[in-house]
């Protein structure tokens, strides 16, 4: 199967306005990693001049993968499979000591 001639990107044909040129920029990536990690506020100004201000951080329970381990583990089923495999690993003899232990304390 052959590829799709593309059209050379001068020739692409765009909706962006011209004042959105990019040509020669370079982003950088993770720039907000860490502080987005953390949480983050966003501002919405309203119409009517007022100011609104919404916290978001992960939801209780969300894991953000880095980006080494999402290469082999592409949705939350994956991970949950290979979490689970570990598990099964843990020797019961741990489980049944932190129980005894457990139980002398009370």
């Known amino acids: 199967m052959k590829k799709a001639k593309t059209e050379p990107r001068e020739t692409i044909q765009t909706d962006m306005l011209p004042e959105y040129d990019f040509t020669g920029k370079k982003g950088v990536r993770g720039k907000y990693y860490h502080a987005y990690r953390q949480g983050h506020a966003i501002k919405i100004h309203k119409a009517d001049g007022t100011v609104s201000i919404r916290y978001f951080t992960l939801e209780d ?18 991970v949950n499979t290979a979490l689970r495999s570990l598990i099964a690993l843990i020797p019961a003899k741990s489980a049944k000591r932190k129980a005894i232990t457990r139980s002398h304390r009370q």
């Open 61 to 78: 329970g969300a894991v953000m993968l880095e980006a080494d381990v999402r290469r082999y583990f592409p949705n939350s089923g994956a």
